[in-house]
């Protein structure tokens, strides 16, 4: 008996330690690692010029479409809620949804427009130059 409830007790023990480890484990998603952009093009060179990294959280509202700009600088961005539709001047077009990742289009002409109903929200990250815009209106 004193066996048994010994193997019960290393059982439990072990298996408490399991669970244990499944909370505290530390999650990794990859949600993009690439050297181009969404719409094929190789991402650019990094200039020189002291480094200014610059996180914007963006909300646009449903039925909105944002005006024709560029980004100089690489960026990408996460979308946290809603949908995004982006769409380059040539007219190639991505289409996002909450949880998708966009690394942007760089010095090529776009818009975003949320064809939606509910907000759109996307944390966006630039890596910019300091003094160097990080977009660009037509």
Known sequence: ???????????????????????????????????SSWSGR??????????????LKITIPPKVQLP????????AGVLLKGELTVVTEDNKTLHLKAGDSIVEVVNQWHFGKNEGNEPAEII???????????????
């Open 1 to 35: 008996m004193k066996k048994v409830l010994c193997g019960i007790c290393l059982i439990l023990s072990l298996t408490s330690n399991v669970w244990a480890q499944d909370v505290n484990t530390v999650n990794v998603d990859v949600l993009a690692k690439t050297s």
């Open 42 to 55: 190789a991402l650019p060179g990094y200039t020189k010029g002291n480094p200014e990294i610059t996180i």
């Open 68 to 75: 024709l700009h560029l980004h100089p600088v690489i960026n």
């Open 124 to 138: 966006v990250f630039y890596a910019g130059i300091q003094n160097t815009p990080i977009t660009i209106k037509k």
